[in-house]
């Protein structure tokens, strides 16, 4: 397995982290959504607008954000797209650009976030000052944690080199143990219970599983992610950036096929057998831009929120939706808080800053 993917991904969480010279990071604020003025570059090119509609999903009207020339940016309204793709996801449609870079609906001026958007994560929640997991000294990058917070994955520098460590606990009121360092892998995620650890290797996702959290983990396999391995050979793609949900029942991960700028799909089952294939999610927010990926990092355990990591902002953000199946309608900025992952209650916020994996609880 490779390292590379795990030193850009420390080198961009080190990047993040020291962007800010003071500590909290700014509180997370309501991702604008609705219509106005943005503000654009003043050579702005004229974009172009996408007008909504459905396609046997759940509309997403609107037309997208038009660039304005000059010093001003145009009007961005609530971005058009399809309503459902291939019977997956409800798509959330790509709005205008402004030189260059896409402008989405939630890039237009500040307001409030829909009326029925009732979610246990608060989309208008600020989040407390951060607080270091006395892990180990040093810059450490957070891989995963579970939703009950007594398992924790995370990277270590050791002489220049990286390390994967995991950390229990028997209680979320006691430090984590020192950690056991992990065999390299380029590790991606935690089931919800910290028994199978999601790892990448050249474009597939494998497995390694342990029997009990007092268990070493078993060597690499494809396990679950068979299928999608398998899918992806046939179909010349590559796969990464995979999250598991809390209830074990939702995948959301990348697929590359050198086409798509909508990478993010999500796949669904209803026991513990083989992921199957998945389905692309689209939205404005989630697209690629000038080779700048979008990766999930978490999910609230309503399913109603997914937390991603955006470089083209150079922030994490989190994406609200009114139902489990319905298309992301709301995101907010979460500030330098890259690996973004709520615990159970989505009281506390768990993610990587200069000091290492920490966390912020909502105040």
């Known amino acids: 397995m490779t390292n590379r993917r795990s030193l850009a991904a420390l080198a961009l969480a080190l990047a993040w982290a020291c962007s800010d010279d003071e500590k909290p990071p700014p509180p997370v604020t309501g991702g604008p959504n609705d219509a106005g003025e943005s503000s654009g570059g ?3 090119s004229s974009g172009s607008s996408a007008t909504g509609g459905s396609d046997g999903g759940e509309p997403n009207g609107g037309t997208g954000a038009t660039a304005g ?8 309204g609530a971005g058009g797209g399809a309503g459902e793709t291939s019977g997956g ?26 009326d ?5 994560c608060n989309p208008e929640g600020a989040w407390g000052p951060i607080v270091d997991l006395p892990l180990m000294d040093g810059a450490a990058q957070l891989v995963g944690i579970t939703p009950d917070e007594l398992t924790i994955v995370f990277y270590g520098v050791e002489n220049m080199v990286p390390v994967a460590y995991v950390a229990d606990r028997p209680s979320v009121s006691v430090n984590f143990d020192p950690g056991e360092a992990l065999e390299y892998g380029d590790y991606l995620a935690l089931s919800p219970d910290g028994l199978r650890l999601v790892a990448l290797s050249e474009g597939r996702l494998l497995e390694l599983v342990r029997t009990g959290r007092d268990q070493p983990f078993g060597a690499p396999a494809d396990g679950t992610f068979s299928t999608l391995d398998a899918d992806a050979d046939a179909n010349d793609l590559a796969l990464s950036g995979a999250v598991i949900a809390p209830d074990d029942r939702a995948l959301y991960y990348l697929v590359s096929d050198g086409q798509s700028d909508q990478p993010i799909h999500v796949s669904r089952r209803t ?10 999610i689209e939205a404005c927010e989630f697209q690629t831009h000038g080779g700048l990926v979008r990766e999930p990092t978490g999910v609230s355990a309503d399913g ?13 953000r989190a994406a609200f939706r009114e139902t489990t199946n319905g298309p992301f309608v709301w995101f907010v900025d979460l500030g330098s808080r ?7 209650a989505c ?9 290492g994996p920490a966390y912020g609880a909502a105040q």
Do not use: I
């Open 42 to 44: 003043a050579s702005g």
């Open 69 to 76: 020339d000059g010093a001003q940016g145009g009007t961005a």
């Open 89 to 114: 996801e409800p798509s959330g449609g790509t709005a205008g650009t402004d030189g260059g870079v896409p402008m989405c609906p939630s890039d237009a001026a500040a307001g409030a976030p829909p």
């Open 116 to 120: 029925d958007l009732t979610t246990l």
């Open 271 to 280: 026991g513990a057998g083989p992921w199957p294939v998945g389905t692309r």
């Open 304 to 316: 109603l929120t997914l937390f991603f990591d955006d470089p083209v902002r150079g922030q994490a």
């Open 338 to 344: 890259p690996r973004s992952q709520p615990n159970t």
């Open 347 to 355: 009281n506390r916020l768990y993610f990587t800053d200069l000091s």
